[in-house]
Nanobody
Framework: QVQFVESGGGLVQPGGSLKLSCAAS????????MGWYRQAPGKQRICVAR???????YYIDSVKGRFTISRDNAKNTVYLQMNSLKPEDTAVYYC?????????WGQGTQVTVSS
């Protein structure tokens, strides 16, 4: 089964930027919709952005205008560019297909926004 490896997280000050990458162990061409999810301490894991193979994109309201999701099928990679980061964006970020498949969760990458 496919494995996703997330990277690019770190500690950043409010207003800063990070670009997350999600590398898949196999082709993502057949995966119609890919999503970025996040889980903050004590909260449920939610999908913050998703992108279809046809380029349709959806964001939750709290990240609209700040986050950009993209995919490179040739590299089997999905990206999340995060700008104007806020403390409330602090979470572990994961990628997965959408709707989520529980067996595909990776280790995630920690994003901490703090001064």
């Amino acid at each position: 089964q496919v494995q996703f490896v997330e990277s690019g997280g770190g500690l950043v000050q409010p207003g800063g930027s990070l670009k997350l990458s999600c590398a898949a162990s196999q082709s993502i061409v057949s995966m119609n919709t890919m999503g970025w999810y996040r889980q903050a301490p004590g909260k449920q894991r939610i999908c913050v952005a998703r992108i279809t193979s046809g380029g349709f994109i959806y964001y939750i309201d709290s990240v609209k205008g700040r986050f950009t999701i993209s995919r490179d099928n040739a590299k089997n990679t999905v990206y999340l560019q995060m700008n104007s980061l806020k403390p409330e964006d602090t979470a572990v970020y994961y990628c997965n297909i959408w709707p989520r498949a529980e067996e595909y969760w990776g280790q995630g990458t920690q994003v901490t926004v703090s001064s």
